[in-house]
């Protein structure tokens, strides 16, 4: 966490001069609106540190869309803050959870008690999710649930939880070993496999798969893991074939215009890495909260709740292939439809819905 130390001094020279230049060249400038605090908790070190850095990266470009001028054909593309609030600009506040529920929920804490931040981002596992959603629900400050998706989450009766994102299913992570599994569907000869996994269960996963011999006609991921680009350079030709749900289609370029420009922003921050599902999702979390706090006009908690339950973002204002943002009574976004991708020649491609579908599925799995 970068400690700012406070500059009481440097802004009173500050006035001090800028009174004195009022006094010969005229009337002073008007004050520029104060930030918007906007907190995020990820895991910044330990083993899930590499996904927590890429959401930094995420929500640094969505930022510095909106503070800035690069226009983008989206939602709040134009910059230069936020027009209701005065040009008033995000400054984001990050905090390591180092991927545990247990410091995740102190770290939300501290950045609402102490930072006085007016909502909170998070925060990549679910588990991390649960004790985060029940602080900010305490202390009624919105949270904004970038890519948690554990069903669960929007069933928890909390009334400051919001969640862009489609859902998902719950399963035991971190498994050591997947070789029995492995056998016992080889032993089945199941056509088709659907998986939910992180990204370190889905290289094992295949990779079990692939020491016994066993090639499914089909592998219908749901998300996670195998979407992530530490897992294709992990399992290499053997993720050729995988289909997977995904939230994100980055070749749905035609229409989502945004995309070539957000992407080529978040690359300059990532050494080269492209938007994926997770950093997608991410970005697309603060854009939503930015347009909040616009439309609500105010960072008071009461009003930016109000603004958040009447969101209504179109699909096509954003870089996601959702038909939109809208949420029920449970903070759950109701458009947030996926898309079917799959890993063909070394790509994702998208290959359902038709309207945006890139190409036709190959039904081969691996090599």
């Not at 929920?105 to 008690?113: G, K, V």
């Not at 006609?217 to 195998?226: L, N, P, R, S, V």
Request: aromatic share 6%.
């Amino acid at each position: 966490m970068t400690i700012e130390t406070p500059a009481v001094g440097r802004r009173t020279v500050l006035g001090a001069a800028v009174g004195a230049a009022a006094l010969t060249s005229g009337p002073a400038l008007a004050a520029a609106p104060p930030d918007i605090l906007v907190g995020a908790v990820y895991p910044l070190s330990g083993n899930a540190a590499p996904i927590g850095n890429d959401a930094r990266v995420a929500l640094e470009t969505a930022a510095a869309i909106i503070n800035g001028h690069h226009d983008v054909p989206m939602l709040l593309g134009q910059g230069g803050g936020l027009p209701a609030l005065g040009g008033a600009k995000i400054k984001l506040i990050f905090a390591d959870s180092q991927n545990s529920p247990q410091i995740a929920q102190s770290e939300a804490e501290r950045l609402i008690t102490q930072d006085k931040v007016v909502a909170i981002i998070g925060s990549y596992t679910s588990a991390t999710a649960v004790t985060i959603s029940q602080i900010c629900n305490r202390y009624e400050v919105p949270y904004i649930s970038a890519e948690n998706s554990a069903p669960s989450l929007s069933e928890q009766g909390l009334t400051w939880f919001f969640r862009p994102s489609p859902t998902d299913i719950a399963y035991q992570a971190s498994t050591p070993s997947l070789a029995v599994e492995a056998a016992r569907l080889r032993a089945a000869n199941a056509d088709v496999l659907m998986p939910s996994s992180y990204t370190n269960d889905a290289i094992l996963l295949v990779r079990s798969m692939h020491n016994v011999g066993y090639t499914p006609k089909a592998i219908m991921a749901q998300d996670a893991g195998f979407i992530d680009p530490a897992f294709i350079a992990a399992v290499g030709p053997l993720a050729e074939g995988v289909m997977s749900r995904s939230s994100y289609a980055s070749d749905a370029e035609k229409t989502r215009p945004a995309i070539p420009k957000v992407n080529a922003l978040y690359k300059s921050g990532t050494k080269g890495k492209d938007l994926d599902d997770l950093s997608a999702r991410e970005f697309t979390a603060l854009q939503v909260l930015a347009d909040a706090i616009n439309r609500a006009g105010s960072t008071k908690n009461t009003a930016l709740q109000a603004a958040l339950k009447t969101t209504d973002i179109p699909g096509n204002q954003t870089i996601m292939p959702w038909k939109g943002i809208k949420f029920d009574a449970t903070g759950q976004n109701i458009l947030g439809n996926p898309v079917i991708q799959q890993y063909q020649h070394g790509a994702w491609h998208t290959i359902f819905p038709a309207d945006v579908a890139t190409a036709d599925a190959i039904w081969t799995v691996g090599t």
